[in-house]
């Protein structure tokens, strides 16, 4: 099946820092998802993006599919942005479940 | 609008003993889908949902039976509970197919003792 791969696996930020995350993925997708799991265990969405750039507040994301990986740019973070970010992607055969990727652990300290 | 809901948000259950989970959308959305999270594990489906009045198997069926007699809730059966079902359990919903962007319930926190 596919693989996705997140990476860093965690990052450590000063509020007011930008970061960017990274999705890999091993086989072409149709659409991907990114999610924020808040401290709380909340998953949100955050994007549905299965090509292009796309940007909501302070937060942008690009999917290059030809290439097969996703960036998710966090920009003047703030201490409510901590949590853990998952991409996910269908699975092009079965049932196409949803796999999620490894996820990134983000902590942004005050 | 209220999105997906979960009904309870936390339930601690001896071995044996029997429980049922409700998810609720109000998106008008066909599937609907139950994952459990667990440490190490990430999430994964347990069953899903076509359409009202259908059900499927997912990765980690065993254990779990499922409804969906109506469009808007899916319901998660557990009938003779396990420590091994304890873990975090979402339900979600697309319009159509899994493929589709899917929207998370805010979860129930389930322990077996």
């Known amino acids: 099946g596919i693989q996705v791969e997140q990476s860093p696996p965690d990052l450590i930020l000063q509020e007011g820092a930008n970061s960017t995350l990274r999705c890999n993925f091993s086989d072409s997708v149709n659409n991907l998802q990114w999610f924020h799991q808040n401290p709380w265990g909340q998953l949100i969405n955050l994007f549905y993006?299965?090509?292009g750039t796309k940007q909501n507040g302070r937060l942008s994301a690009t999917t290059v599919a030809t290439e097969r990986y996703s960036l998710l740019y966090i920009s003047s973070s703030q201490t409510t942005d901590s949590g853990v970010y998952f991409c996910a992607v269908p699975e092009n055969t079965g049932f196409q479940k949803l796999v999620f990727g490894t996820g990134t652990r983000l902590l942004v300290s005050p | 609008n209220a999105g997906v809901t979960q009904t309870p948000k936390f339930r601690v259950l001896k071995t044996g003993q029997s429980m049922t989970l409700l998810c609720a959308q109000d998106?008008?959305?066909?599937?609907m889908y139950w994952y459990r999270q667990d440490p190490g594990m990430g999430l994964r489906l347990i069953h899903y949902s076509v359409g009202e009045g259908t059900t499927a198997k997912g990765e980690v069926p065993d254990g779990y039976n499922v409804s969906r007699l109506k469009k808007q809730n899916f319901l998660l059966g557990l009938e003779s509970a396990a420590p091994s079902q304890t873990s975090v359990y979402f339900c979600?919903?697309?319009?159509f197919g899994m493929g589709n962007e899917q929207f998370f319930g805010p979860g129930t926190r389930l322990t077996v003792l």
């Open positions: 979600a919903s697309s319009l």
């Open positions: 998106m008008n959305h066909e599937y």
């Open positions: 993006i299965p090509s």
